[in-house]
């Protein structure tokens, strides 16, 4: 299965990428099957520079668009989508979210109960004083 993705070609600390095409679980260094253009994110505004008869070639074959270079795509106009999630969370960190998320939830009904309830109180108040 083919991949489109980026293959690092800067030097250090000056990062410059080709976006190629290639076996998916081949090396990204290894030989590319062809190369659609490049990326440069130091450039103000950044340069994408893409063959995009040929990524649209390649897609229609079959090759999978990593997340980075889908959301490079999305950003230029080229493809029409949604921005996918670029980063990946272990299920030790997922899970460690999800408690934080459920007792952030249970913390919001619990002040809401309170403010119900203290809201409740001072309605009755006025209530006994008409009275």
Known sequence: MQSIRLSRIGTKRAPVYRIVVMPKHRD?????TEI???YNPRQNPRELVIKKDRLKHWIEQ???????VWNLLIDEKI?????????HLSKKRQGKLETK???ATAKAEEAAA???AAEEATKA???????
């Open 79 to 87: 493809v029409e989508g949604k921005k996918r999630g670029a980063t």
């Open 114 to 116: 309170k403010a119900k």
């Open 125 to 131: 108040t006025p209530e006994e004083k008409t009275e």
């Open 36 to 38: 659609l253009g490049h």
């Open 28 to 32: 990204p260094w290894a030989k590319t």
């Open 62 to 68: 079959g090759a999978e668009v990593t997340n980075t």
């Open 101 to 103: 998320a459920k007792e």
